[in-house]
């Protein structure tokens, strides 16, 4: 499974993930500056059902807890909201993208996940010119429009945070392949 895979086990949308935008187009948003230590040849995912996976994201105890479930969602388990899910979905206070992966989880159920992709391929491309765009990007990395009024934002404390939690999930997530 190496080709890019934008669904996740959690809800959140892979096709919009900074990291993997950042290596399709070399445009750096917000949430990618916050890895600033990290190597730019490191910025690179598959999505997070992928074998070619951010070491940030190995070290995810949602994904963990998925595979050794063997289960395709979260809400596949019997299980959920689990505490572990329901202490990850607080991260959602600092990074904003996080806030729709429970809906979504719903939304998968309710319509599967082939719509669900479908719906955030839509929200998460260009109006202009349908080119993908991440959950920070302020312009459309093909044709340049705003894309201001769609982009998540991180300010203030949530800045700060991002610039520490971060290069530490990375900082894990590369200790806990080496131990593999």
Sequence with gaps: MNMFNPDTYCGSYCGACSIAMYSKTGRADEFVACLGGVPKEELSCGGCKS?????GCKACGIRRCAREKGIEH?????????????????????????NGAAASLEN?????VDHWLDEQKRRWSCPDCSMSFS?????????????ASK??????WRKLLCRFLLPAAYRKGRAENKTV
Excluded: E, M, V
């Design 51 to 55: 074998d070619n996976i951010y070491a």
């Design 74 to 98: 979260c809400i596949d388990c019997a299980d959920y909201p689990c505490k572990s899910y329901r202490t990850w979905q607080k991260l959602a206070t600092i990074f904003p993208h996080l």
């Design 108 to 112: 998968i159920k309710l319509d599967g």
């Design 135 to 147: 959950w920070y990007a302020t312009a459309c990395s093909k044709c340049g429009r705003s894309l």
């Design 151 to 156: 982009a998540q934002k991180l300010s203030g």
